[in-house]
């Protein structure tokens, strides 16, 4: 089965300007999450979408940050404008559905450098 | 008390060794638990569900300590392919599939 997709692999930008990502989750998958892993920790849950619908979206930096889920499969993130401290991983997952048992598979990420 | 907190480490061991990290979180009302792994510069893959007291598979066992709210990671007979970073993730809340990870205990096999 195919994995989780993610693009671009790498970004570099520099402070101020916008930048988007785009995920494709596992055919099938209900459950789409965004996760923020800056250097040296774990990653951060920044938006959940079960279907097209948002499920949380509490650690979202909602005045740059925005993400939808439009037709309940990809998804795209985007920030305007970017700060340095925005520079990380962006990490793409989803599940089959919104349940604690379900296992989530990652996209490999974008990495994103905001100089 | 964070929600999630591991001990960053490293952790240095030589191939061949037992070695155990510990997780404690914060929300008494989590009923399942997970241990990922992440090679340097990949995405987090899932080692270990645990959902009970405890859960074992070949050279690894995760333990759950429900009253002193810890979970831990057991690794036997270490390998060089076991080096990576080991999240620890616990549910936020009382239903579905929101997540916290912990920041991770980075664990170096050596030969």
């Known amino acids: 089965e195919a994995g989780v997709a993610q693009s671009p692999r790498y970004k570099i930008i520099e402070k101020r300007q916008s930048v988007a990502f785009w995920c494709n989750p596992i055919?099938?998958?209900?459950?789409l999450y965004w996760y923020q892993q800056i250097l040296g920790q774990g990653p951060k849950l920044l938006i959940q979408f079960q279907n097209n619908g948002v499920v949380d979206d509490s650690q979202l930096p909602k005045d740059r940050f925005s993400a939808e889920r439009l037709k309940g499969v990809d998804s795209t993130l985007k920030i305007q404008p970017a700060k340095l401290e925005d520079s990380a991983v962006y990490l793409c997952?989803?599940?089959?559905?919104?349940?604690?048992?379900?296992?989530?598979?990652f996209g490999s990420g974008t990495q994103l450098s905001v100089l | 008390r964070k929600e999630v907190e591991q001990d960053p480490g490293p952790f240095n061991v030589p191939e061949g060794a037992t070695v155990a990290f510990n997780c404690t979180y914060s929300?008494?009302?989590?009923?399942?638990f997970f241990w990922y792994r992440q090679d340097c510069r990949k995405e987090p893959k899932l080692l270990m569900s645990?959902?009970?007291s405890g859960n074992e598979d070949g050279r690894f066992t995760a333990q759950l300590n429900r009253a002193s709210q810890y979970i831990s990671l057991l690794i036997r007979d270490s390998k060089l392919s076991d080096s990576a970073t080991y999240l620890c993730?616990?549910?936020?809340?009382?239903?579905?599939?929101?997540?916290?990870f912990g920041g991770g205990t980075r664990l170096m096999v050596k030969p």
């Open positions: 929300n008494s009302a989590s009923q399942s």
């Open positions: 993730v616990v549910p936020r809340g009382n239903a579905g599939n929101m997540l916290t």
């Open positions: 997952a989803s599940s089959r559905r919104d349940s604690r048992r379900e296992k989530l598979f």
């Open positions: 645990v959902y009970s």
């Open positions: 055919s099938g998958h209900a459950t």
